[in-house]
């Protein structure tokens, strides 16, 4: 070789040191029989954090977690199995603050002075990596939920659906064949207002016409005709989807409530037959919450009492209770909220209207007790006896006059009827009397003693009265 052959391979090597020493790509050399590094750049120095010095006298097993040793070592094998070829792996790293790295390997063998080195081209893949994961959990996450959206609206008790503007079907969730008896193939393509009661399409209809300036409108109650021929009571909430690519319509979620409307019917008409017993009865409700003290005034105390309940008064009853009767009625109400012995209270007494007048009342209440026996609640009946007690009243003045004419009328009759009968009996034993005359007095004397049982009965029937 020459001097200017000499020189040139000089300038080579000098250009090939400077390419590996400054490329801004992490690079080394590695022994493969001794897996000491040989060689390596800035830019690994620089990712690794450690001085040249440190990493030429470490091995790649020191740069590698204690797990994936192993999977090193076959790597290696392999690359000495291979020439001239380039070998992409992933692979973990630790840096000198023991911070784990994740790593693309490209990897080639090359021969010198009889050892089998390897050169390799490091790329952090940390954030790649993350970002990776992160994609995959977005991806396993969308997944998830699509199939949980699925199991919901395919398996779920409610009725999910796509509809466009004028009501027709695009979509309709399975449970549509359990929830109403008919195949969601059934629907498609048809107009939901062909099932919904006539009464109700016009109100549905104005309802869904809001979507256009709205997002989302609840649509009351609607009869929907079943796949057996029966109205069913929907409850709809609509919700407009027209502007999503993916969606295109308008997407309602509806509940099958005929069962709750029926109960509510059927409440609504036993409240109603309660107000008119109440009302027949010309009674009042109120139930105290005792613990809490706390009175809810039923709407007898407006009707029957002509209290305003729109404004709560929680001593309405205690407040206009007659003053003469007050005490003593305080005193009974206390006595049996300490008596545990008392489950139920009679009580009858004046109480005053709203307009003043006086009503004589009858209170009975119901204690509902704790285990310890103390009184928590009473639920109380308020009836209004002001005209049975006046009738009544009248009744026993009218029995009181009626005895009194039956007695002073018989002993006055009585004491006539006496001296007739003992005139008679006088008479009876007259010689001068014809036998006719004796017979008149015999009859007169038997009309005396019938008329005498009458005037005791009638005496003894008004003692009894």
């Not at 801004?24 to 493969?32: D, G």
Request: aromatic letters at 10%; one cysteine or more; proline letters at 3%.
């Amino acid at each position: 070789m020459n001097i200017n052959s000499a020189g040139y391979m000089e300038d080579l090597q000098n250009i090939y040191k400077n390419l590996f020493q400054f490329n801004p790509q992490p690079l080394w050399t590695l022994n493969t029989e001794t897996f000491k590094f040989v060689d390596v750049n800035e830019a690994a120095l620089h990712l690794y954090g450690y001085s040249r010095e440190d990493f030429l006298e470490m091995t790649i097993q020191d740069i590698t977690p204690q797990e994936d040793l192993p999977e090193l070592e076959e790597a290696i094998k392999n690359l000495k199995k291979t020439s001239n070829s380039i070998i992409v792996n992933r692979s973990r790293h630790l840096t000198k603050q023991r911070n784990l790295i994740n790593v693309e390997l490209k990897s080639s063998a090359y021969e010198s002075n009889g050892v089998i080195n390897e050169f390799v081209a490091v790329t952090d893949i940390t954030e790649q990596i993350k970002i990776e994961i992160a994609f995959e959990m977005a991806q396993r996450e969308l997944i998830r939920r699509e199939q949980r959206y699925k199991a919901l609206v395919q398996g779920g008790s409610d009725l999910t659906a796509i509809i466009d503007l004028n009501g027709i079907y695009k979509f309709v969730s399975e449970s549509c064949g359990p929830l109403l008896g008919i195949e969601p193939a059934q629907l498609m393509g048809k107009t939901a207002f062909d099932y919904i009661h006539p009464e109700d399409a016009e109100r549905v209809a104005q309802t869904l016409s809001k979507l256009i300036d709205m997002k989302r409108v609840m649509i009351d109650p609607f009869r929907f005709r079943d796949g057996y021929g029966q109205w069913r009571w929907i409850s709809t909430a609509a919700t407009n989807l027209l502007d999503d690519p993916v969606i295109s319509g308008i997407v309602t979620n509806s509940k099958d409530i005929t069962d709750v409307i029926n109960v509510n019917n059927e409440l609504r008409l036993s409240n109603e037959r309660y107000k008119l017993v109440l009302k027949a009865a010309d009674e009042a409700i109120c139930d105290w919450d005792i613990a809490n003290d706390h009175v809810d005034w039923g709407i007898g105390f407006q009707e029957i009492f002509g209290y305003d309940l729109s404004v709560y008064n929680n001593n309405l009853w205690s407040e206009n209770i007659y003053p003469d009767d007050k005490e003593a009625v305080l005193q009974e109400m206390k006595e049996t909220l300490e008596d545990p012995s008392i489950p139920i209270l009679y009580s009858e007494y004046r109480f005053f209207k709203a307009n003043k007048e006086v009503a004589i009342i009858q209170y009975r209440g119901i204690f509902l007790r704790n285990e310890e026996g103390k009184a928590i609640r009473a639920v109380g009946a308020f009836r209004d006896i002001t005209a049975q007690k006046h009738s009544l009243n009248k009744i026993q003045m009218q029995n009181k006059q009626l005895k009194e004419i039956a007695w002073t009328q018989s002993h006055k009759v009585r004491d006539s009827l006496t001296r007739i009968m003992g005139l008679v009996e006088l008479l009876k034993d007259e010689e001068f009397l014809t036998d006719g005359q004796k017979q008149l007095v015999n009859y007169l004397c038997i009309s005396a003693e019938d008329l005498d049982l009458g005037v005791r009965e009638i005496v003894k029937n008004a003692e009894r009265s």
